[in-house]
């Protein structure tokens, strides 16, 4: 079991409260090399002249992961509409590179027509994160051409518009479910969309961003005290996912309905027509 550490940081900014990327390939630890190459080769192999770029994103990029038990989440632009493109690889390629290499929990695959990354007029993640929180480790860069990004209700929103929807497919997912990798993965995903929800609550009061689960664990819990237990106890769930679908459901009955409660006052507040991607504050 990995004990909570205060591990993580509030993402820097400029003078003008615009996110700065942390992110550098000569950060990424050793271990972690030898994978991005054989995962670059992969995409390379299988997409060919549809592969524009390549990117690493997340805690790896940024000097923080942390050997067996950080993902290494990967991103491909490609030129073509991704509807189009033959995914059938993904899957067992993932299981042959989770299996050979035990310096990561978990490698991710996915796949962004490049058309979909440049709109650039409203708020979306993908964009968000390769400005941000990605390096570039193959074809042309796109970050020098996508908008800057401050930590504010368009970022928040993205956290909390769907956030009703994410908690009752988990249950969804959970509920008489017996394949134990299957609970362990949801539990793990829905228990980090529920620490990163508690950061939006109060982003349009600190201004901050991070996507480290301590530091938003903490900062929420300064501002909902009530609530840290149960806050903490999904950051334990996020990082030490367990198989009772029965205490996950509960949890998420419990927290779960309590957050999206809040979420859903923040809402009216800050986004009154539920617009799923706000307009960027340039």
Same mark, same amino acid.
């Given at each position: 079991?990995? $004990?909570? =550490? $205060?591990?993580?940081?509030?993402?820097?900014?400029?003078?003008?409260?615009?996110?700065?990327?942390?992110?550098?390939?000569?950060?990424?630890?050793?271990?972690?090399?030898?994978?991005?190459?054989?995962?670059?080769?992969?995409? %390379?192999?299988?997409?060919?002249?549809?592969?524009?770029?390549?990117?690493?994103?997340?805690?790896?990029?940024?000097?923080?992961?942390?050997?067996?038990?950080?993902?290494?989440?990967?991103?491909?632009?490609?030129?073509?509409?991704?509807?189009?493109?033959?995914?059938?690889?993904? *899957?067992?390629?993932? =299981?042959?590179?989770?299996?050979?290499?035990?310096?990561?929990?978990?490698?991710?695959?996915?796949?962004?027509?490049?058309? *979909?990354?440049?709109?650039?007029?409203?708020?979306?993640?993908?964009?968000?994160?390769?400005?941000?929180?990605?390096?570039?480790?193959?074809?042309?860069?796109?970050?020098?051409?996508?908008?800057?990004?401050?930590?504010?209700?368009?970022?928040?929103?993205?956290?909390?518009?769907?956030?009703?929807?994410?908690?009752? %497919?988990? +249950?969804?997912?959970?509920?008489?479910?017996?394949?134990?990798?299957?609970?362990?993965?949801?539990?793990?995903?829905?228990?980090?969309?529920?620490?990163?929800?508690?950061?939006?609550?109060?982003?349009?009061?600190?201004?901050?961003?991070?996507?480290?689960?301590?530091?938003?664990?903490?900062?929420?819990?300064?501002?909902?005290?009530? +609530?840290?237990?149960?806050?903490?106890?999904?950051?334990?769930?996020?990082?030490?996912?367990?198989?009772?679908?029965?205490?996950?459901?509960?949890?998420?009955?419990?927290?779960?309905?309590?957050?999206?409660?809040?979420?859903? =006052?923040?809402?009216?507040?800050?986004?009154? =027509?539920?617009?799923?991607?706000?307009?960027?504050?340039?």
């Amino acid at each position: 079991m990995t $004990n909570i =550490k $205060n591990i993580g940081r509030f993402c820097p900014v400029d003078e003008n409260g615009f996110i700065l990327n942390d992110a550098s390939f000569k950060k990424i630890k050793p271990d972690f090399k030898v994978l991005i190459e054989e995962v670059t080769q992969y995409y %390379q192999t299988h997409l060919g002249l549809d592969l524009h770029s390549i990117y690493i994103r997340g805690s790896v990029p940024r000097g923080l992961g942390i050997k067996g038990v950080s993902d290494l989440d990967t991103l491909a632009i490609t030129n073509k509409a991704t509807k189009e493109i033959d995914n059938g690889w993904v *899957d067992k390629v993932e =299981k042959e590179l989770n299996n050979k290499f035990s310096c990561v929990n978990g490698v991710e695959f996915s796949f962004y027509h490049i058309d *979909d990354i440049v709109e650039t007029t409203t708020f979306s993640i993908i964009p968000f994160m390769i400005k941000t929180h990605s390096v570039c480790v193959y074809g042309d860069d796109l970050s020098a051409h996508l908008p800057n990004y401050k930590a504010d209700k368009t970022l928040g929103n993205e956290h909390l518009m769907n956030l009703k929807n994410q908690i009752e %497919q988990a +249950k969804e997912d959970l509920d008489g479910n017996d394949d134990l990798e299957d609970i362990l993965d949801c539990c793990g995903w829905i228990m980090k969309i529920i620490v990163r929800a508690g950061l939006a609550l109060v982003i349009e009061k600190e201004y901050q961003y991070t996507r480290d689960l301590f530091p938003a664990y903490k900062i929420f819990s300064a501002y909902y005290p009530e +609530k840290e237990f149960e806050m903490k106890q999904a950051l334990q769930y996020a990082i030490n996912p367990v198989g009772n679908v029965y205490e996950l459901i509960i949890f998420l009955d419990d927290m779960g309905n309590w957050l999206i409660s809040e979420s859903e =006052k923040w809402l009216q507040v800050h986004n009154p =027509k539920k617009v799923s991607h706000m307009e960027l504050n340039f």
